[in-house]
């Protein structure tokens, strides 16, 4: 069954704001995760990814952080912009499972100019 | 230039019918996924073609077929079309898989009526 999901289905942020997009996850064996943007009408674009032996990673304007202890990651968006707007998809790959990759439901981003 | 192409873009269909849709990637991946999106955005696996021998299986009934004529393309025919079937179907491509991105193509959006 489904192992990831997101605590917020929806985030509505004001432009040059931050945003975090949270995700749970409940597989302990899940070693890979991802982070997807998806705009609408269009499919879900790769952000940046994390490995379980990292705790942060950034990227530009965002960063990723993973807490194993609670089974949590994070998507930190820097100076959100009406771009941004976009369903946000957390993803995970257990190890073992070398193609298959698991996402959570999603949250909505909308940001107001 | 399209990294990931699905055709049709839109397809609508009676209830009973058979159809296939198409997706061809011209990045010389070796790895090609087939993604259901239901209407609540939930975002699933159903196959993989790692060199065109299938991979990942999902639970999905045998009334979808996939098939993969070369390792450009992987193409996805389903029989007796059921009203449950309605969402949208997205190709994916990836060279390799643990830690190697996945591209997806634009998606299918699907309609049984």
């Known amino acids: 069954g489904e192992s990831v999901g997101l605590h917020l289905p929806t985030l509505s942020v004001q432009e040059g704001d931050n945003s975090i997009i949270n995700c749970a996850y409940s597989n302990s064996a899940s070693d890979y995760f991802i982070w997807y943007k998806q705009e609408s009408g269009k499919g879900p674009q790769f952000i940046i990814d994390i490995r379980s032996n990292m705790d942060k990673r950034q990227g530009q304007r965002v960063t990723v952080l993973l807490n194993k202890t609670v089974k949590h990651l994070s998507l930190q968006i820097a100076a959100t912009q009406p771009g941004d707007s976009a369903v946000y998809f957390c993803a995970e790959n257990m190890m073992g499972s070398n193609y298959k990759l698991t996402f959570g439901k999603g949250t909505l981003l909308t940001v107001n100019p | 230039d399209t990294a990931v192409s699905q055709t049709p873009k839109y397809l609508v269909t009676q209830m009973g019918n058979d159809k296939s849709i198409k997706c061809e990637q011209n990045?010389?991946?070796?790895?090609m996924y087939w993604y259901k999106q239901d209407s609540k955005k939930f975002l699933k696996i159903m196959f993989s073609y790692n060199n065109k021998e299938l991979i990942i299986n999902e639970t999905v009934p045998n009334r979808f077929s996939p098939k993969s004529p070369d390792k450009a393309h992987l193409n996805l025919h389903i029989n007796s079309l059921e009203l449950g079937d309605s969402a949208v179907y997205f190709c994916?491509?990836?060279?390799?898989?643990?830690?190697?991105?996945?591209?997806f193509g634009p998606g299918t959006r699907l309609t049984v009526l």
């Open positions: 990045l010389g991946h070796d790895t």
């Open positions: 994916a491509s990836s060279q390799g898989g643990r830690g190697n991105e996945q591209f």
